[in-house]
């Protein structure tokens, strides 16, 4: 596809590294002239200097012959007006970031009024992140598919964990539990396992299953599923007021805590039902003070990643809060795996991931539809959800007598309201949605599963 990004900021230079893969032809419009020669240079994408609301500049970039616009400037009204140029100028489909929080009950309208295929707002993605983990503490991330029908839960063994040194193929013989393991981590080796892999402690494994049977699961190999009922926020941004938000909405006791008084005076006029502390939130004796030791749950959000690193390092050790550390360089995460931070969510990926699902989802096929996509271990794997739309060589065959790519599972069918985590005997039908876990990279269609 022809693709033109507008800004070439963090999520923008993002973007362009994540699509570089995906075999687009890509032009960025950044009026920073060191911002596009940084990516043109390392990357292998074109690059404009200039207004991307310009029209002139869009035509520069080949707007009458681009498939995708995506505006991710860091001005909500630049993206939209962006949008709405292109779309009239070269009718491709436009995702606009729109970040201010006056907007996000009016998305819906936008995005009709505007004719824009999506509206993505990072903080608002990453938040709801941060919501599931915390009504999940068990988890070190949480994937969706199925409209939540069935997640992909990452987790950590530890020693006191039924899985330390205890054989896969157990879990379905022994422990009767109908979930799948799909992929572990192992310090720095990521694999699919086989039956008879054996766990360690530190291993970090997920499982595919639906949200009751995981629960069984956990609580058969001794792992607490309890949600939190109090948390404390470090940082007041509109990634923190999005969370409490939706916290304060199933109940959870909140606090905010940011050193800008003209800030809390605003969380203050929202969030009627949080608590807001005006103080530094490096401040160790006032964390202590405000009740950290006590809390379940802790997010580090200020706009410094080497803050959120130390607050989350201070949490970790006074408390047994679940800790979730916002972080922006993603070229921090090497480091963040020897430190063994709790969980750490990075707004730009996440917000890549699902322009990269839209932009999958557009390669139209006969046989079906990327309806969802997950990078997975720093792009390592792959988790991919397709909905089967017509008879093909995958449909109608015994799972068994299918000859998948190596290094690729099958991980579950959902057929109408019923979840399937398949078996040998298993086959693919019309209408299924269909959730793959892989090594493999850029699988469009269901069919891209199969050895050629």
């Known amino acids: 596809m022809n693709i033109i990004i507008v800004g070439c900021g963090k999520v923008g230079s993002t973007l362009v590294e994540q699509l570089n893969g995906e075999n687009h032809k890509i032009v960025v419009i950044d009026e920073r002239e060191d911002k596009v020669k940084s990516i043109t240079d390392e990357l292998d994408a074109m690059g404009i200097v200039g207004n991307g609301v310009s029209h002139e500049t869009l035509q520069e970039a080949g707007i009458r012959n681009a498939d995708l616009l995506i505006a991710v400037t860091g001005s909500d009204e630049q993206n939209l007006l962006c949008c709405v140029i292109a ?139 309890g949600k939190i009922r109090t948390a404390m926020l470090v940082g007041g941004g509109n990634m923190a007021y999005y969370l409490a938000r939706r916290l304060l909405a199933v109940g959870i006791e909140t606090k905010i805590v940011d050193q800008n ?110 309806e969802n996509l997950y990078k997975l271990e720093d792009g390592r794997m792959e988790a991919l959800e397709f909905y089967i739309k017509e008879t093909s060589a995958v449909t109608g065959v015994p799972l068994l007598k299918m000859r998948l790519k190596k290094d690729l599972l099958l991980c579950s069918i959902t057929r109408g309201s019923q979840v399937i985590i398949p078996g040998g005997q298993d086959e693919l039908q019309v209408g299924d949605s269909v959730v793959v876990v892989t090594t493999h990279t850029k699988l469009n269609d269901i069919k891209d599963i199969l050895e050629d």
């Not at 599931?132 to 949480?142: D, E, G, H, S």
């Not at 800030?263 to 401040?283: F, M, N, S, V, Y």
């Not at 360089?329 to 730009?348: A, E, W, Y």
């Open 261 to 370: 008084p003209v800030r809390c005076e605003q969380l203050h006029e929202l969030l009627p039902k949080a608590t807001i502390i005006c103080g530094d939130g490096t401040d160790e004796k006032l964390l202590l003070q405000e009740g950290m030791e006590s809390v379940d749950g802790f997010a580090a959000l200020t706009g410094l990643d080497e803050e959120n690193i130390l607050l989350s390092l201070v949490a970790k050790k006074y408390s047994h809060a679940k800790i979730v550390t916002k972080i922006n360089r993603v070229n921090f995460n090497s480091v963040l795996g020897d430190i063994k931070m709790d969980t750490t969510i990075f707004p730009r990926l996440l917000t890549a991931d699902v322009i990269i699902k839209y932009a999958r989802s557009m390669n139209e096929s006969l046989n079906s539809n990327v």
């Open 87 to 225: 779309k009239k100028t070269g009718n491709c489909k436009t995702i606009a970031r729109v970040r201010n929080p006056i907007y996000s009950t009016e998305t819906a309208f936008l995005r009709e009024e505007l004719g824009l295929a999506m509206i993505i707002n990072p903080e608002q993605t990453a938040s709801s992140e941060i919501a599931r983990l915390f009504q999940f503490p068990t988890a070190v991330k949480i994937d969706t598919f199925s409209k939540g029908r069935i997640e992909l839960l990452h987790f950590r063994v530890t020693s006191e964990c039924l899985l330390n040194n205890y054989e896969l193929i157990h879990i379905r013989t022994t422990l009767k539990c109908d979930v799948l393991v799909c992929m572990v981590r192992r310090g720095e080796e990521v694999l699919i396992p086989r039956g008879d892999f054996v766990f360690q402690e530190g291993d970090v494994v997920a499982i595919v299953s639906t949200p009751p049977r995981a629960s069984d699961f956990f609580k058969k190999i001794g792992i607490s599923t």
